[in-house]
């Protein structure tokens, strides 16, 4: 089982990013999918959640109206398109997979995790 996420940077204020995670090893379609972050010296926290079909997106309050996770079930792979970007913002991004039908957003609830990829906002 494999998550390789990629996309993360450096972004000035108000800039956007789009983050990539391509998941291999199992199947993906099955599987709900999920953005956290995790500052340095804070707790991960869940970022956004996408079902296996796509539908019903969820958002930490923080990044609604700015984030939108989407994915591609073809391609095995799902993105946070990340916009209006603040200081705030910066931290190390995972993608996670969990199978099951409930909405979960504490990080215990994820059966494979990614690598993470490092998003900062400065100017």
């Known amino acids: 089982v494999q998550l390789q996420a990629s996309g993360g940077g450096l972004v000035q204020p108000g800039g956007s990013l789009r983050l990539s995670c391509v998941a291999s090893g199992f199947t993906f379609r099955a599987y709900h999918m999920a953005w956290f972050r995790q500052a340095p010296g804070k707790e991960r926290e869940f970022v956004a959640s996408s079902t296996w079909s796509g539908g019903r997106p969820y958002y930490r309050d923080s990044v609604k109206g700015r984030f939108t996770i989407s994915r591609d079930n073809a391609k095995n792979t799902v993105y946070l398109q990340m916009s209006s970007l603040n200081p705030e913002d910066t931290a190390v991004y995972y993608c996670?997979?969990?199978?099951?039908?409930?909405?979960?957003?504490?990080?215990?609830?994820?059966?494979?995790w990614g690598q993470g990829t490092q998003v900062t906002v400065s100017s």
């Open positions: 996670a997979a969990r199978i099951g039908t409930s909405l979960e957003t504490m990080p215990g609830a994820y059966d494979y």
